[in-house]
């Protein structure tokens, strides 16, 4: 069986501050997808990275990155936070085959403070 | 871009009627999927579909049922509606993936039933 468990449910920083959402996953397949989707305040999850269990290197955008650590399982996601843009919910997911539906975290409640 | 589309962002019914949402989306997707969101639940998978005519149950598919006549659109249907169903309802929609690993999923904008 696979899970995601994302242990923090919610979280206030201070705008320009970083801010690390944690994510650990369960899985006994070799092959799998993460993912990390944001949900503003309107409603609709936005894809925001996808990364392949092959591909351990850490990944930066912007203010944005991702640390992929296997041996630990865990796929954090790190924001220099900016409030308007940044306060949603966070959501870590995983899939573990071609076309099985993903498998959520509960989510994180990041809210950035001017 | 993708775009996938929910026929209503809010909806208000009475217990005992029957619910229809729709979800199309745009890209020529095989898979397309319907969750619900809860506080403190996160997202619960309720069906998916593979193709036109197929569907399989996710986690919690009792109150419900689907229909894919057309691969653009997949319809989520609650046939007696009840309090407890009362949700934010995600469709979301992605490739068919050739090999082991996963497509993306993209969703709709949501759809939150309340149910009196």
């Known amino acids: 069986a696979q899970k995601v468990t994302q242990a923090q449910t919610e979280i206030s920083v201070v705008e320009k501050e970083d801010v690390t959402l944690d994510c650990v996953y369960e899985t006994r397949d070799t092959t799998y997808y993460l993912f990390w989707y944001k949900q503003p305040p309107s409603g609709e999850l936005v894809f925001l990275i996808r990364r392949n269990s092959f591909d351990e290197q850490n990944e930066i955008s912007g203010r944005y990155s991702w640390n992929f650590q296997k041996s630990t399982s865990s796929f954090n996601f790190t924001i220099t936070a900016s409030p308007v843009v940044d306060s949603a919910v966070y959501f870590c997911?995983?899939?573990?085959?071609?076309?099985?539906?993903?498998?959520f975290g509960k989510g994180t409640r990041l809210s950035v403070i001017a | 871009d993708v775009k996938v589309t929910q026929s209503s962002r809010y909806l208000v019914k009475r217990t005992g009627e029957k619910v229809f949402l729709e979800c199309v989306q745009d890209?020529?997707?095989?898979?397309m999927f319907w969750y619900r969101q809860d506080p403190g639940l996160g997202l619960r998978l309720i069906y998916f579909?593979?193709?036109?005519?197929?569907?399989e149950k996710g986690d919690i598919p009792e109150g419900y049922s689907v229909s894919r006549e057309k691969k653009e659109r997949f319809s989520l249907i609650l046939e007696s509606a009840s309090t407890n169903q009362t949700s934010m309802y995600l469709c979301a929609s992605s490739p068919r993936a050739f090999g082991v690993l996963g497509e993306t999923q993209y969703f709709g904008p949501g759809t939150r039933l309340l149910v009196l």
């Open positions: 579909s593979y193709d036109v005519k197929m569907k």
């Open positions: 997911a995983l899939t573990t085959s071609g076309n099985t539906p993903l498998v």
């Open positions: 890209m020529d997707h095989e898979n």
